[in-house]
């Protein structure tokens, strides 16, 4: 094939630290990636390369009447312009359900749809020849809220019923109720002394990852194709990809090529079929990177949703009922939106003990950008709701806000409205005392900087309020409700130079996450050497499933750890066959096999000699369950995540300035496998909840996305970000390997909460939508009094 | 058109160069340096930082041309003959990498705060990296990667 640039990091990394599980190990691939040496996606490069680009839909909705490539065809440099009319499959793909096309066919569902595609010289060619196309729009009233969504008569169905291929039935994607302890009956609510009620609001969030899509296709002479991108799961993109470009899964080949971020963003296809479909159609290897206008467009966003909840309590503090209603905005197509619901239903009343239940969540098709993976997924936007009633709970008894959490808290062997019981540590009421027990930061200085409005000089003080709030939140751990999203790792033990070296090959997606650090680390544990290299993650060994789920350490860290014990295993057999071992308390340590009683017994080297030992191992998590639809019972999840926060802010009460002074958070990982990596996640994901809670929003009007640049849509910078002192239990889990508990998406959850709650406390406003605006705190609303 | 400058105190040219096209395209695409990030080519992710002449700028807002007989510094350049600079490996250490995809503009970025300040406050690290995007480690690694790398130096400095 053609030969990259620079594919040091697609080759080998070899790392030769002796740093097992349990410590700071260093990453493998840091070393390249302080040089600028590491190749991401967008590095990559070929001779004879082209740029490919998509011309997207400016309208929500439309029927297409016709498209003319003949101008951009003529374009000096271009090489190929193509429609769906092109496209050698079948015309859709989809995580769950395939109603995406590849190509816009006939009409177009949301703002940013791909209609064509070129491939050029000069990415600036391949820009002006897909503005050159001319294409015919009818344009369509968008279905763009839940009412209209619900009154497809009225306003349209964005999926005719002959095309629609979603798991409900008119514009609603799919539905999923939670009904438990017989539901809230009127003699259930009677039993309830105090009942609050609120509706919430969750705009649209971004994952804003810093590296664009982007990929390098090469043609292949088998008529195949080998694909090098950044995404979450190379097996699921193959499997999506393949029958849209007409050929057998094995003539496409995926190679993960560097990855910029993920956060669930990178779970739906994005240029992957369309640099393919170029490069077979030219023959040439075609490299696709998008702007960042593109990348808004290019992935789905976290689902906005409307959250109606009420709550009932006894006058002691203890929850009596739940009952509400959560609806997801799932855009134009299904991604992953049926698995959302489910985890916004099942885990929608947060990790409380609640005896009557009636839950239910949806997932709309609208004419808006289509939703899925974010980080959370589908347990932050409830997690801000209920979290937001606790509070208005705890305001209504007169009690203490971490007090009225801590009486309800969920622990080991208590049932979730599912009626699946937690059989592993679930150390809620701990997680909120020890974020309350911390110390509080000091007032604000004299550092204009530390103030809210910061360097815009609009304060020194006077108008700011403190306040400090909680929350607290439950993610699942690993694909749900009967899903086997199993995981495959092959390591090989060799001797090199006299040294044994183990070779960890997997298809897991390293997308910062550090899955390269803890396989080499567990490697290194199971196997007792100093030397790992760590095989480029491809398709040429089975499935990882995806880096998402907070799963990978778990599923493919006990892949690895499996497929080690194997090779393990079958070293001693050859030991004791050569050498007549009886010892039953055979060890590996520092490249020796090791008992206790016997010593020493051998080396590694002399033992394997010139041969090698591989092991190719597939771990699956214990089998689960889906939710009855309509009561939502069953052992849904593999395994829970518990987080809690305390924000500390100062609000410019008057010009509705925030500023977050401290975000802490206590978090049970069951085993830091890495705890300097475990924190960095808890670090990440809080922030992003930062984000979430004050400044994130991409802003649609009719189905059009109005801010899709880094200028417009805001993430937050280190001068938004506070210090945030960080408390990790490590209560094993009996079911994971090492005990370890998916740690990457719970900080996520709790951080918006806590700190929409502290705002509350500065402004006394109920603040029911979030990202939090100024005009939120300066306009007062009729509702909120 | 064809640029000429210098790079990492090399001599470069690059040939039938676009006249929209910026300093990044040509570093990344022309030149083989791809270290220098495109996360959002307008100037406000700080990923492309680079040291035009001595000062950090972004590079994906300088049009090539304007690069002309001048003097670039990338992140390729950081790292001396002897190994990574003290910033590089206070990142490491502090594990303030996660994709790092951010992590070349904020070495340069961090690099020139601590050439200018050397023992920068609390306050001084974050409003000199503000204009770093970071999407991974929320920051807190990275206040500990400058921190380090500034007692590093200082320890250096006072060694020498």
């Known amino acids: 094939m053609t030969p990259l640039r620079t594919e040091k990091n697609l080759v080998k990394i070899t790392t030769d630290h002796p740093h097992g599980v349990g410590t700071d190990a260093a990453r493998p691939d840091g070393i390249l990636k302080v040089r600028g040496e590491f190749a991401y996606s967008s590095d990559l490069w070929a001779e004879d390369m082209l740029w490919g680009t998509a011309l997207r839909s400016p309208h929500a909705r439309a029927r297409i009447r016709s498209v003319d490539v003949s101008r951009a065809l003529a374009v000096p440099g271009v090489h190929a312009v193509l429609t769906h009319e092109d496209l050698p499959g079948v015309k859709t793909y989809g995580l769950e359900i395939q109603d995406q096309p590849a190509l816009a066919v006939d009409q177009v569902r949301h703002h940013g749809e791909p209609v064509a595609l070129v491939a050029a010289d000069h990415p600036e060619t391949a820009r002006r020849a897909a503005a050159a196309i001319a294409v015919d729009y009818e344009v369509l009233e968008p279905v763009c809220t839940e009412e209209q969504a619900l009154d497809p008569e009225r306003y349209g169905y964005v999926h005719a019923p002959g095309e629609y291929r979603g798991k409900a039935s008119g514009n609603v994607l799919h539905r999923q109720r939670v009904v438990s302890g017989g539901g ?108 960042r206008e593109e990348s808004f467009f290019g992935h789905v966003h976290r689902h906005p949703a409307r959250l109606r909840y009420e709550h009932g309590a006894t006058r002691d503090g203890r929850l009596v009922y739940v009952d509400a209603r959560i609806v997801l905005d799932g855009g134009a197509y299904a991604s992953s939106s049926p698995a959302v619901v489910g985890n916004a239903a099942s885990l929608g009343v947060g990790p409380y003990v609640v005896p009557h239940v009636s839950m239910e969540a949806l997932a709309l098709y609208t004419n808006n950008p289509p939703c899925g993976a974010m980080r959370g997924f589908g347990a932050v936007q409830a997690c801000f709701a209920y979290e937001s009633q606790m509070d208005r709970l705890a305001a209504a008894l007169g009690t203490d806000p971490v007090e009225l959490r801590r009486l309800n808290a969920v622990e080991e062997g208590d049932a979730l409205p599912t009626g699946q019981r937690i059989d592993s540590p679930a150390p809620v009421a701990e997680l909120l005392r020890r974020v309350k027990a911390l110390p509080l930061p000091p007032a604000a200085g004299a550092d204009l900087r530390e103030m809210p409005g910061a360097l815009s000089n609009t304060t020194h003080g006077e108008g700011v309020v403190r306040g400090v709030g909680y929350g607290v939140g439950i993610k699942n751990v690993g694909f749900s409700e009967g899903f086997d999203d199993y995981s495959t790792a092959r390591v090989r033990l060799e001797v090199v130079g006299g040294e044994p070296v183990a070779l960890v090959h997997t298809a897991a997606a390293e997308v910062g996450q550090g899955g390269v650090t803890v396989h080499g680390q567990i490697a290194r544990t199971e196997l007792g050497v100093e030397r790992v290299t760590i095989h480029p993650a491809d398709t040429g060994v089975g499935s990882a499933g995806s880096t998402s789920a907070s799963r990978q350490t778990y599923m493919t860290g006990g892949a690895v750890k499996m497929a080690c014990e194997a090779v393990r295993e079958e070293l001693f057999a050859r030991g004791r066959a050569r050498h007549g071992w009886t010892h039953d308390d055979l060890s590996l340590a520092g490249g020796k096999v090791v008992s206790e009683a016997g010593g020493v017994l051998a080396s590694v080297a002399d033992l394997l000699g010139d041969d090698a030992i591989e092991r ?28 809690a926060h305390r924000a500390v802010v100062d609000v410019d009460v008057e010009l509705g300035l925030v500023k977050v002074v401290e975000l802490a958070a206590a978090q049970d990982v069951g085993r830091a496998v890495n705890p300097g990596a475990v924190v960095g996640q808890i670090h990440g994901g809080s922030v992003q909840g930062l984000g979430l809670a004050v400044m994130e929003e991409v802003v649609t009007e009719g189905g059009r996305v109005r801010n899709p640049s880094f200028t417009d849509y805001l993430i937050p910078t280190l001068l938004d970000t506070p210090p945030q002192p960080v408390d990790v239990l490590e209560l094993a889990d009996p079911h994971a390997p090492y005990g370890l508990r998916g740690a990457g998406e719970a900080p996520t959850l709790s951080s ?19 990202p939090v605006r100024p005009e939120h705190l300066t306009v007062r609303r009729p509702e909120e009094g | 058109m064809r640029v000429v400058f210098t790079a990492n105190g090399r001599r470069v040219e690059a040939d039938d160069v676009w006249e929209g096209e910026s300093l990044l395209y040509v570093l990344r695409e022309r030149l083989g340096l791809p270290g220098s990030k495109n996360a959002c080519e307008q100037g406000e992710c700080g990923s492309c930082t680079v040291y035009l002449d001595g000062e950090p700028v972004c590079a994906c807002l300088v049009a090539a041309g304007q690069a002309e007989g001048r003097e670039v510094r990338t992140v390729e350049g950081l790292a001396g003959e002897d190994g990574l600079d003290p910033v590089q490996q206070a990142f490491l250490d502090a594990g303030a990498v996660q994709c790092g995809f951010c992590t070349p503009g904020l070495l340069v970025q961090t690099h020139a705060l601590l050439e200018r300040d050397p023992r920068p406050a609390d306050a001084d690290i974050r409003e000199a990296l503000s204009g770093n995007l970071c999407r991974c480690t929320g920051y807190e690694k990275i206040m500990d990667a400058v921190r380090l790398a500034a007692a590093r130096r200082a320890g250096e400095g006072a060694q020498g």
């Open chain 1, 184 to 291: 809230v009956t009127d003699e259930v609510r009677a039993r309830a002394d105090v009942v609050v009620r609120g509706t919430y609001e969750v705009g649209m969030q971004d994952q804003a990852f810093l590296g664009p899509e982007s990929g390098l296709a090469v043609p292949a002479e088998d008529g195949g194709v080998d694909l090098y991108v950044a995404t979450q799961w190379l097996h699921v993109d193959r499997r999506q990809m393949a029958p849209v470009l007409g050929l057998p899964e094995e003539r496409v080949r995926i190679t993960l090529a560097g990855v910029g971020g993920a956060f669930g963003g990178r779970e739906d296809l994005s240029m992957q079929i369309h640099a393919c479909l170029l490069a077979l159609r030219t023959g040439r290897p075609v490299k696709v990177v998008y702007g």
């Open chain 1, 752 to 770: 918006t909460p806590a700190i929409v709650s502290a705002i509350r406390a500065a402004t006394g406003l109920a603040l029911r939508r979030v």
């Open chain 1, 616 to 643: 190719t191992r597939e771990h699956h998590h214990r089998p689960t369950q889906p939710f009855d639809p309509e009561t939502g019972q069953g052992f849904g999840h593999v395994q829970y995540s518990f987080c």
